[in-house]
């Protein structure tokens, strides 16, 4: 490594945040920008990867490059590092690529030790001041540096307030302080063996490596993980030259926002605490000041800092997150960054910023984070009522945070009976070990959904989602006893069917009794935001809907359209399941179309209603894609009965009905079933079912074009892998649909076209092209075969393990995999392209509402996304953020 | 279509086999040559396929294309079509691009009729064998073109038999056979409600539509999605001017062999029949002579005839199978074509016809099927066993040696309950009086196949042959009633349905009861042609042997090293079973690690003993692969036994154990276990297990090393998708490999590399290649991912349907799909070789057996394929003709 480690402030600029990390970078853009920073240097994030890829040691040389930089620094404060005349202070602090808040270590003032105590002395001539902060110092150093527990330096601290009768830090006065320093030094001594270390260059050696091995505490690497950040980012250390707010009453500290992080409003936000260091305003012992007394006690430092304070919000075109110290009289800017912000404020400060005439449409829409706005549709918990329920001990469990918003109602655990109490007004919350398709009925009508069982992609929390219905899955410290229809949680408490829960599907927290709530308040904000986002994007957005409401519900978050609508939803509903299984158990074509024939009307009416509903947006209709025996009885269920019916004897009649009926489902069931018969596998094997849809599908559409409307039906045939199997089906579906316009006398504009959810039909686009005027890239299952993950499985057995360990960056089924699944798509394209220059390119896998996702589907050139109802507001930004990245290419393909 | 339909046979020549069929080729090609070919002309293929595709209707211009051609056959003739002077009789044969034997429909002397007849009695001055004509022509016609039963014709002739009190139709007197015509007439005129229609040109148009239309009947479409060939091909239709093997004693018509098909012996064979035609030689209802007799009987008729057949031997540098007739004295040859042969035979007349200077080597390895290698490695029958079954008085009857081969199974008599029994794993053997290509589905599954009826070139033995089953044909002194279902012999015993029976096709013997079998004897034509291919092959053959006696197996059979030894079949020996289920329930690591230790030493003498019996050459280790529940007891049969227990009540501590036995089971299974947890997704969840195989693996290597073998391991890490599975994979297990080596104090040659068998590791090679020394394709899970479709359901499921209705030509899992899986193997190729351009590439799936997927493996530059041991000589080949084919530009790449 002969790259250049070290680089002093001055010597930086922003482009450079991949090496010295978002403060360093920040540092040195604010420094060359005239503004008081305390000169100082930055250790390179490189250089953390290289100490520890040589086994936590200091790379050769580091220390020479360390301490001429330093030489640079004295010479600009004109102080000595070591010096017992004017010695120079540092900090130390880690500042990595990508902000991560309170995750790394921080040292002050150091450069202390016997001898240069007696020079600050001298040199302040504050005796209590240099005590104080050689005490803190010790205290920091053997924290973060020796790994001594901190509360043995408060033990310490304590027992000498207690024999001075004190309460505050800031009442111990300069004898008192001597006392903690000889009391800390001992405990250093006492823990570690060793005198604590007098050389300057030591500590600080010392320092700097204990921020470099800080990366991979365990809650800097689980925070990484949870964040998908990558761990061979590293961190750059930061040395500055110490200023100090405890210098006296002309001395403060302090942290300020230029707008309110919490509801965006345009006021200077912040708190300070005078004679104090930067750790006594977040450590909560002293209670800060309100920023806006500063502009009473100090008016003049006060103007300076909100004029530095919007210079650089203009600057950096956000709200800024600000550190100040003002060292006797004296204003030092220490840090300044983004501010994180919630999703209300993000929205109101981006379009303030855009009317103050600070930044413009583009980058009003990049300051909003999409994912962000999902939690403004949503109901969620007041706070301070959640508050007082956790303090109340009525936090019964916490689960994985499956679909976020907030639910209060009963406990009931059978689907049949909580669609029946919700249809009598009851709020319930459905409770399973895990969810399957048969209870769809009941989720529906739910208020949430709570599994013991299942994943972050497991069948309630994606149809949970897909519905914004809130959902906790994944509950393991909950035994749920379905026969008893009661939950017991880890403390052994059970609650029976009926009582009262709340769930908050953002955090998976389980409440026992009702929790008040919030209604989102979509202001103006929300609207202006998105109709900027739909004036830049390319993308069309639309919905996948299965049902009239959930159409309606698309249509207001502004879909243009259905991009999937999943038909054996419509099979699932109570009123259709017995003749859907009377089809199913049919043993002849002849009585299987007599139950179709029963199912025709359904389908009519469903059609009918969405496309009513569409008010001529296009629907792209997936004919029937599950295994059948998805609609029957669960086989173990059955077989347990029918073992159960044999043993006991005592009713041949029903155990011979069982027997049949578990006879049929065995010979249903299949080893795998996810690559078994189902999507266009079925229809080629019973074509009679696919007919009866495409035939409700054209008399809907011919009947409401005779009313006068135009619907824009689009058939689309799921898991095509051949060509000939889309040749098969659409010449006999096709012919189905003129059949119907013929009769009824009326043409409507169709199309036919197929999902690509299959490799080998991306692999061989050009051929499937033939046939196919549309492609939808079914991603959910493009994802699962691309990488031979079994989506119900792989999260539960080993996805966790292998995004834990960064085997994976990131779950494939919530981001994209680009290098492999978009390999696919991009061969797909250019393929299908080839064939078929204009054919129409969408995506309705759950990707279509991820935004990273959303941003490949732009870059590769797709028509549409489609997604769930509440997450086309995110796909909309998403896709506008995607046009504005790629023309500032941000965002480069990866292959 | 303005293509030329109709050729005369002096227009074609052997180029044009796929307009004009195997047969009008061969027919123009002798015409060309000056062979005594009867003039005639051909309607192309495409002609056939425009027909269908028509609606069955004939083409616009081609009845005037015919009748144009026609004219110059008469003009050739000298006679005249529908002439009652001198009238030309023509016969109408389809004749697809590859043989198809038996399947289509023939029709012999078409344009006779009530006036021409008169017109071929004076020219013949034979009344006899002008109405044995017309009846014959008049019940093919009837029974080919106007769909009437063929029995009924049947009944009508031996009704006057009967009454004339005569046994052969040849003992039919002209008034005999004037009333079987009156009869014939009646009978089409019942049946259809119209008389038999007159005139010549409606008769040759509807001749030929009704072989247009055979294209697709059930048997035709049967046999060719057998033989997997393309329902588009068609079938040519050849129209050839009649001669008659039936104009008295002076008279003959037979089929021939150039050598004897069943054992390659190179001496004149066949049959004939005096004053017949030639659909009575094998219809079986006269016995037809051997060829050799025609030399005593025409001596100079018989030399000329043996003269064109070497000469056509020379010509197509093959074995010829020819069908001739002798019209009063005057020789003419009626078709040509490859003769169907048994392996034995296949591989004897290769390496003879080398010997005899007529082809080269290259042309000799191309004479072998090599599939066909594969039954002469079958076991025959214990000849010991057979003498005492003979003794014991097993052995009741002797037929002809029909096709080779030991075959047990149970006498079924019904096709459609032959393939019905044979579906759910029975053994049978079919048992008919004669075969018909109607029976085709029933004598696929068969062990074997029985006739009372027909010769070496009845449709049961050619048919048998072909597909290399055993058969023994014409065993005239078994009495088979089909209505009974009984077969009772000379000595009147009689045996049933179901009963269990012997066939040795290699003798001609049937036996009742089973017979022990022994291994084959390879002789030196077997060895010899494999020679010659090991001297032309590129690839090398592996096999793929998980014990020390595959692996002798393997190499017995010619393998040059082991490309898959899975470990998972060691884990499964009974003395195994128990601690590898101990090792899976274990509650913990510490627990699964002592069940581990146990599992060493076995794993260690695994290894040592394969190791050794390869002597030094490389072996591929491929680390566990399953899911774990595959170890354990079946979940359902589980659940069953807990159920029992539960209702019973009388075991509470069996109970229990079987609850918590079911528990873990439970928690073990997943929904898809084929996209879950297996592979290296096992080994990076539980690091212990593939620690503990390869710590066995290189304990192995270093200790024979010391021995002083050269053992070379390489360790396949199988299922890897992302480059960081492999990555993490073989760090862990290459630091075990050199812990071992060291606490050895040996180095061996070892290498790690990979399984490519999920899609996205093939569309990620190039990362993948970083960590892999090799690549093996693992094509059957490839197949599965890049199809989505399930091995264990899919062929049960709809692949049966989908290869029915040619959606796919092949099953995907027999044959590489090139298109797909192919186009992921060529990707995963280059990129694999951009990153490490000396990457070992080979296949292990089961397609490394199957010769068109050799040749593509060939094709696309492996460097070895690895299959079963008994599939070894045909990789051997199969290598070799692909060598070839390429030379001759046979193969292309697809895309």
Redesign the interface.
């Known amino acids: 490594m002969s790259q250049k480690r070290v680089y002093l402030f001055r010597e930086g600029n922003s482009d450079m945040r991949n090496s010295l990390g978002g403060k360093g970078a920040n540092l040195a853009e604010m420094t060359n920008a005239g503004l008081p920073v305390p000169p100082g240097l930055t250790i390179t994030t490189e250089t953390c990867i290289e100490y520890i890829d040589n086994g936590n040691e200091m790379p050769a040389g580091l220390m020479d490059s360390i301490k001429k930089a330093l030489e640079d620094v004295e010479k600009e404060t004109g102080k000595k590092f070591g010096s017992v005349d004017n010695p120079l202070l540092l900090s130390v602090r880690s500042g990595a690529r990508l902000s991560m808040p309170g995750m790394m270590e921080t040292i002050l003032n150091l450069g202390l030790n016997d001898d240069t105590l007696k020079g600050l002395i001298s040199l302040t001539n504050n005796d209590r001041f240099a005590y104080d902060s050689y005490r803190r110092f010790l205290s920091m150093f053997g924290g973060v540096v020796l790994d001594i527990d901190k509360d043995e330096f408060e033990h310490r601290l304590d027992k000498v307030k207690k024999s001075k009768g004190v309460d505050l830090d800031t009442d111990l006065d300069t004898e008192a302080l001597k006392e903690v320093v000889t009391a800390y030094k001992a405990l250093i001594k006492e823990k570690t063996g060793k005198d604590f270390p007098q050389d300057p260059m030591t500590q600080l050696q010392l320092a700097v490596e204990a921020v470099f091995k800080s990366w991979n505490i365990p809650r800097a690497v689980a925070y990484r993980n949870h964040y998908k950040i990558d761990h061979r980012y590293g961190t750059a250390v930061n040395v500055q030259s110490m200023v100090f707010g405890n210098m006296g009453n002309d001395s403060a500290t302090g942290v300020s926002f230029t707008r309110n992080p919490s509801d965006g409003e345009n006021i200077f936000y912040g708190e300070y605490l005078t004679n104090a260091q930067g750790e006594d305003v977040v450590a909560g012992i002293r209670t800060p000041k309100p920023i806006s007394e500063l502009a009473v006690e100090m008016p003049a430092l006060y103007k300076e800092y909100v004029d530095i304070a919007q210079k650089l919000e203009r600057h950096y075109q956000d709200i800024q997150d600000m550190e100040f110290t003002i060292e006797r009289g004296k204003l030092y800017i220490l840090q300044t960054r983004s501010g994180k912000r919630t999703a209300k404020a993000a929205l109101k400060i981006a379009v303030d910023l855009e009317k103050e005439g600070i930044i413009n449409k583009e980058k009003a829409l990049q300051l909003v984070d999409p994912s962000q706005l999902y939690q403004l549709l949503l109901p969620s918990f007041d706070l301070k009522a959640k508050d007082k329920a956790v303090k109340d001990g009525k936090l019964l469990a916490t689960g994985l945070n499956a679909s976020p918003g907030a639910a209060t109602g009963m406990l009931i655990f059978d689907p049949t009976e909580a669609a029946e109490r919700a249809e009598k007004g009851e709020k319930v919350i459905l409770t399973r070990i895990e969810t399957c398709p048969d209870d769809i009925h009941g989720m529906i009508p739910s208020q949430g959904v709570l599994t013991a069982r299942g994943g972050m992609t497991s069948h309630a929390a994606v149809v949970a989602r897909g519905m914004g219905k809130p959902c906790v899955a994944g509950c393991e410290s909950l035994k749920v006893d379905l026969a008893k229809e009661t939950v017991t949680n880890a403390e052994g408490k059970t609650f029976k069917k009926g009582e009262i829960i709340s769930l908050d599907g953002g955090t998976g927290e389980v409440f026992v009794g009702a929790i008040a709530t919030v209604d989102p308040e979509l202001g103006g904000d929300f609207d202006q935001l998105l109709e900027w986002a739909d004036e830049v994007k390319r993308l069309v957005v639309r919905a996948n809907a299965d049902t009239p409401e959930d159409a309606e519900k698309a249509i207001e978050l502004g879909a243009k359209g259905i991009g999937l609508c999943r038909t054996e939803h419509m099979f699932m509903a109570q009123d259709r399941l017995p003749v859907v299984q009377q089809m199913i158990l049919a043993g002849t074509a002849e009585a299987r179309k007599e139950a179709l024939a029963k199912l025709l009307p359904f389908q009519y009416e469903d059609f009918k209603a969405i496309f009513k509903s569409m008010n001529d947006l296009p629907v792209t209709v997936r004919l029937l894609d599950p295994p059948l025996h998805e609609f029957l009885p669960n086989h ?1 269920e059955l ?2 009965e029918v ?2 019916l044999r ?2 004897g005592n009713n041949p009649k029903l155990l011979k009905e069982k027997e049949e009926l578990l006879e049929k489902v065995s010979e249903l069931s ?8 189902r999507g266009c ?1 079925l229809g ?2 019973y074509p009679e079912i696919n007919e009866m849809q495409v035939r409700a599908i054209f008399q809907a559409a011919c009947d409401l074009k005779k009313e006068g409307m135009d619907v824009k039906p689009e058939v689309m045939i799921p ?1 095509v ?2 060509v ?2 889309l040749k ?1 089906a659409r010449e006999q579906l096709e012919s189905v649909a003129k059949e119907v316009m013929s009769e009824k006398g009326v043409d409507v504009d169709y199309q036919f076209g197929t999902m690509i ?4 039909a991306a ?2 686009a050009d ?1 499937v092209a033939e046939y196919a005027q549309f492609f939808s890239f079914g991603t959910n ?1 493009l994802t ?7 989506r ?3 999260e539960a ?2 996805l966790t ?2 995004t834990e ?4 960056l990131e779950n494939p089924f919530e981001t994209l ?1 680009q ?3 978009g ?2 798509m991009k061969i797909a394209i250019e393929k299908g392209q080839s064939t078929r220059p204009n054919i129409k390119l969408g995506i309705c896998g759950e990707h279509g509402g991820d935004p990273k996702s959303v941003k490949f589907c732009n870059l590769i050139g797709l028509n549409y996304v489609s997604c769930s109802p509440f997450r086309v507001p995110i796909a909309r930004l998403s896709a506008a953020q995607a046009v504005i990245e790629q023309q500032e290419k941000k965002v480069l393909l990866t292959k």
């Not at 699962?784 to 079994?790: A, D, E, I, L």
């Not at 360990?805 to 994976?808: A, G, M, P």
């Open positions: 173990e077989l347990a073992v159960e043993v006991k299949e080893s795998n079933p996810m690559m078994g018969l596998r080629l094997t898991l892998g051949h000939n199997e098969t959810e299959i490799p080998r692999l061989t051929e299952d699962q075969m691309t990488f031979g993950f079994s119900d499985d792989a057995k080993f393990n292998y360990k960064q085997i994976l995999d290098d492999g699944v390999q696919l």
